[in-house]
């Protein structure tokens, strides 16, 4: 089993930043990458940033490229998204997903926070 948790949504207004954290822990050892996901109401969850265990592979949707960066501790304790230049798009929940080896896709994920960005 693999435990996510994520913190550090909020409301903000557009042009500000915010910084979610996912923190990750069971077995860790199992987890190949860490992403970050959103849905917004009515929308389908759509992909955000992904990072792998090494820090060295990280990748990006498009329409977060230049604005939001993933990163992770060294002791993939957790895995946060900085977020910045936010605009009323951005407007989501926010999941962080764990994806294991051997697995097809990303297995655990957290319960969500609420992403708010005014005009």
């Known amino acids: 089993q693999v435990q996510l948790v994520e913190s550090g949504g909020g409301l903000v207004q557009a042009g500000a930043s915010l910084r979610l954290s996912c923190a990750v822990s069971?077995?860790?050892?199992?987890?190949?990458?860490v992403g970050w996901f959103r849905q917004a109401p009515g929308n389908e969850r759509e992909f955000v940033a992904a990072?792998?265990?090494?820090?060295?592979?990280?990748n990006y949707a498009d329409s977060v490229k230049g604005r939001f960066t993933i990163s992770m501790d060294n002791a993939w304790n957790t895995v946060d998204l900085q977020m910045n230049d936010l605009q009323p798009e951005d407007t989501a929940i926010y999941y962080c997903?764990?994806?294991?080896?051997?697995?097809?896709?990303?297995?655990?994920w957290g319960q969500g926070t609420q992403v708010t960005v005014s005009s």
């Open positions: 997903g764990a994806f294991q080896y051997g697995q097809p896709n990303y297995g655990y």
């Open positions: 069971g077995r860790k050892f199992d987890v190949y990458k």
């Open positions: 990072i792998d265990r090494s820090g060295s592979d990280t």
